[in-house]
């Protein structure tokens, strides 16, 4: 069970207590929830953008739902697409290929966060690998994202 080094500093760095949660090998945020037995709508997930001008952005929104470009495009003014996977491999060279963890900060890369995250009192996190979770409290989330853009952008996927 590792953490990724940037996000440790990181969380280290504003005082951000949280609790490591290991689990069996898991290929997304859906499977890392029924490993780790806790409800999806309490794991955050980042997707990595990319728009028009080649800039890059983190979206996070919650492990059941799926993302909608033409939505956060439209009031973000920005044409937005998925980036090239082995740029966000070289980017996350810290994590295993697929196991980002959803604090852009962390990266130094401009985030914004759907408004569906605060909904729990905890959220979970992928730490940087594919068999843990990284557990903090709501409010030590909201501290953490309140530079960054939160808006709706997501719908609910059948899970």
């Known amino acids: ?11 280290n760095q504003n005082k951000v207590n949280f609790d490591l949660i290991s689990h069996t090998h898991s290929s997304s945020s859906i499977s890392s929830a029924v490993a780790a037995k806790i409800s999806p709508a309490q794991i955050a997930k980042a997707v990595i ?14 492990a059941n739902h799926k ?24 980017i996350f060279e810290d994590c295993d290929k697929g ?14 966060y759907d408004d569906l995250l605060i909904q729990s009192e905890e959220l979970y996190l ?12 709501r409010d030590d989330f909201i501290r953490l994202i309140k530079d960054s853009k939160h808006l709706r952008f997501s719908h609910q996927t059948v899970h």
Do not use: W
């Open 1 to 11: 069970m590792t953490i990724s080094v940037r996000l440790n500093e990181y969380l």
């Open 49 to 62: 953008l990319e728009d028009h001008e080649g800039r890059k952005m983190m979206a996070v929104l919650l």
């Open 67 to 90: 993302i909608s470009l033409g939505a956060l495009g439209e009031k973000l003014n920005r044409e937005l697409h998925l980036m090239n996977e082995q740029t966000v491999y070289q």
């Open 99 to 112: 196991a980002i963890p959803p604090l852009g900060n962390a990266y130094n890369m401009e985030a914004v």
């Open 126 to 137: 992928e730490a940087g690998d594919h068999h843990s979770l990284i557990r903090i409290t």
